[in-house]
């Protein structure tokens, strides 16, 4: 069995941590270990993506195995005007366990096709949409997705059948004032109070209390200049999550409204874009159900826990794209800690060969 390699290979990667859309030497090493191990790859899939078709000979489904592989920016301790990578959503650790168990998938494969998808650009949420555009999807039935979870969500060493996300968006609002001498606010419309009246009005959305949601403004930009003067602009960016799509919509519908309130109060014009969006997962419950038989029958009734939840994944435009498409996306217990993303995120990558053998066990009673 190679899921031990599962260890070296991320502790590798976590050493390249490069940034969305930048994953070059990330993808050479992943291609690289590929071809050492006898498969036909296609590099340079969707930007940095790499994949591995396998194909039994015989009718089945076709499975892709998605890996994300991108890193976080954070700024660089010895010179802050720079930034540097680094591995702490675990990314590292998702291309470590498909590398581990890609010679066991093959193995296995008895029937129907497999696809390894090492996919970049997870983090801006456009690896995905670019690895469709260059049709990854194609002729692909069973999506499986994973990603390691944190001490808050599941204990170490347990695996969950589900990652229940949450449909998320930034919306940007712009919200165009009028610049006057600070002596004389009378003539101008100053966009700071227009944007203080916004965000407690945006904070004031509700919908349906049944679904969870969440409104918060994480930025605020106006222009530099004179501090004696009203500024004619500022952007604030919120960032909004929900349960599903439609509380979501919901949510960005009313924030529309909130912004064309400003005009009637302020006569400030406001504007909002939505410049990132991730829809809510549709997972397909016969898989779910046979990711909770293999873990009990690898690991033990203990080492399955329950479904947890939280944060946005672009996984979930595989579906979008393709609704026939059937999606499933496990979590493994890793003992992150303080948290994904936080910029010392670390986690005890012993429990890394197990996801692989889970992944392989997983695949066996589909394409075996
Ligand atoms: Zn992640």
Redesign the pocket.
């Known amino acids: 069995m190679t899921y031990q390699n599962s260890v070296s290979f991320r502790r590798d990667l976590h050493e390249l941590a490069e940034l969305s859309n930048q994953e070059k030497k990330t993808s050479e090493y992943i291609a690289g270990k590929l071809r050492e191990m006898g498969f036909n790859v296609k590099d340079h899939v969707g930007g940095y993506g790499v994949t591995v078709d396998i194909d039994s000979g015989l009718p089945g489904p076709t499975t892709m195995i998605r890996a994300?592989m991108d890193a976080l920016p954070y700024p660089d301790e010895n010179d802050p005007e720079k930034t540097v990578a680094i591995h702490a959503?675990?990314?590292d650790a998702h291309c470590g366990v498909l590398l581990g168990a890609a010679q066991e998938l093959r193995n296995t494969l008895k029937k129907g096709k497999l696809r390894l998808a090492f996919q970049p650009g997870?983090?801006s949420l456009t690896g995905a949409q670019n690895m469709i555009k260059d049709h990854v999807l194609d002729g692909v039935d069973i999506v499986v997705g994973s990603?390691i979870r944190p001490v808050q969500d599941i204990p170490f060493n347990t695996f969950c059948a589900s990652v229940n996300h949450v449909a998320c968006a930034t919306a940007e609002i712009t919200i165009n004032g009028k610049m006057a001498h600070a002596a004389r606010p009378h003539l101008g419309i100053n966009p700071i109070e227009a944007a203080s009246q916004l965000i407690t009005a945006i904070g004031l959305i509700k919908v349906d209390p049944n679904k969870s949601w969440s409104i918060k403004p994480t930025q605020i930009h106006s222009e530099k200049g004179a501090t004696n003067s009203i500024p004619s602009y500022v952007k604030v960016i919120f960032d909004i999550r929900a349960q599903d799509n439609e509380a979501l919509q919901q949510i960005l519908d009313k924030m529309k409204g909130s912004c064309r309130a400003l005009k009637e109060i302020f006569g400030a014009e406001a504007s909002s874009e939505i410049i990132d969006y991730c829809p809510d997962p549709e997972y397909d419950p016969e898989l779910v159900d046979l990711m909770k038989k293999t873990i009990v029958e690898q690991f033990g009734e203990k080492a399955l826990a329950n479904d947890c939840g939280g944060?946005g994944?672009d996984f979930h435009f595989y579906k979008i794209a393709n609704p026939e498409v059937r999606t499933i996306y496990f979590g493994v217990g890793s003992g992150a800690t303080p948290g994904?993303h936080a910029r010392d995120m670390h986690f005890d990558d012993s429990v890394l060969p197990l996801a692989s053998q889970l992944l392989v066990e997983f695949i066996r009673k589909i394409n075996g």
């Open positions: 994300d959503c675990g990314h997870e983090e990603h944060g994944e994904l």
